[in-house]
């Protein structure tokens, strides 16, 4: 587990001793330790998820779980009877350990990375025209592992792309080799290429060219046989940006099309019910769609097998060594909680 439960939550220090338990009306007895660095007594679930939590810890997974296959906000409420407030808080603070996590993938070097780039749409609230709409959502995907970097929502604008480009930049500096895939989205590259970039020098006089940074590339598939007014058959895929020269050329053109986020993209619509076409359980908010997102890339990436690969993604991605179970993930301890 990488959140470690028997260091103080308040100094971080990990000599705390045992001094006592106590028991909850719901989930049993608990242990109380005594840092004795600064003297804090706190309990094992302090700044965890199920700290205070007046429901069995049992009940609470079966709804958040049924919630992530698929089960709309409203159903949830009516099948378990819990309140929509209720609901609301645990889905909130789940979703809110997201960034926690994303961080600690983030402290792991990567060897070699394929990602797909591919934006899915859903409406939010009002029936807008979709050029207009705030659900448009960016997934970034690493294809070997199916580990999602990124699965953000927002108007389908350059902010969208931005967001989503500066975090696939992060992950960059962690990664000796990296190339991004798209499926006909130009401002992937271009984007990329403004906020990410070295520059070469060629000895040549003149300000030095621009090009990727070294063993990183990006290639967009082009739809569509040929462009039959002018007969000339189109290349499969573009190569949009300048690429350092000592980059490997190593992309075969099968790597290009394989499309494992529009396998993603189904599962999707199958497990979010915001995302499910021809109901009216679409997302109310911007803000409520994004939680459910981040709700789903916690269990996506740490808790659920991938049915092809039969493997948690962040496990066959190198970040942790065995999937974890909903229980591990509510006993993490997260220093936002605390
Ligand atoms: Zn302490």
């Known amino acids: 587990m990488f959140f470690n439960s028997n260091s103080c939550p308040y100094c971080g220090s990990k000599e705390c001793k045992e001094s006592g338990k106590y028991n909850t009306m719901q989930n049993g007895e608990r242990k109380l330790f005594r840092c004795t660095d600064c003297g804090q007594v706190f309990s094992e679930t302090k700044g965890t998820f199920i700290e205070k939590l007046r429901k069995p810890i049992d009940f609470v997974i079966k709804v958040l779980k049924s919630r992530s296959e698929g089960s709309s906000f409203n159903a949830t409420c009516r099948v378990f009877e819990i309140s929509k407030n209720t609901l609301l808080n645990w889905e909130r603070k789940f979703a809110d350990m997201k960034d926690v996590i994303f961080l600690y993938c983030l402290a792991n070097q990567f060897l070699s990375q394929i990602i797909e780039g591919d934006e899915v749409y859903t409406k939010i609230n009002k029936n807008v025209p979709a050029e207009d709409s705030q659900g ?6 690493e294809r070997a592992s199916r580990f999602i970097w990124v699965m953000d929502c927002g ?7 931005l967001n989503a480009l500066e975090i696939l930049v992060q992950v960059i500096e962690q990664t000796e080799e990296l190339s991004l895939i798209t499926d006909g989205e130009r401002r992937y590259g ?3 290429f403004e906020i990410c970039y070295d520059l070469l020098k060629t000895g040549k006089p003149g300000r030095p060219p621009k090009v990727l940074p070294k063993n990183v590339k990006v290639r967009i598939k082009n739809k569509g ?3 039959r007014e002018t007969e000339k058959p189109r290349p499969k895929y573009e190569a949009p940006c300048r690429e350092h020269p000592e980059t490997e050329q190593n992309i075969s053109e099968s790597d290009i099309h394989a499309n494992h986020v529009e396998a993603f993209n ?6 979010n019910s915001a995302y499910r076409r021809k109901t009216n359980t679409y997302a109310k908010s911007k803000t409520g769609l994004q939680r459910t997102l981040d709700l789903g890339w916690i269990v996506h990436n740490f808790i659920r097998v991938h049915w092809t690969t039969k493997q948690v993604p962040a496990v066959a991605l190198g970040i942790i060594d065995a999937g974890l179970s909903w229980v591990d993930v509510l006993k993490m301890r997260m220093p936002s909680f605390v």
Do not use: A, P
């Not at 448009?136 to 995907?141: D, G, H, N």
């Not at 108007?155 to 792309?161: G, I, N, S």
């Open 155 to 161: 108007e389908h604008e350059k902010t969208l792309f």
């Open 136 to 141: 448009w959502t960016i997934i970034l995907m």
């Open 266 to 271: 189904g599962s999707l619509r199958r497990r």
């Open 190 to 192: 271009k984007i990329l």
């Open 225 to 227: 046989d040929s462009n």
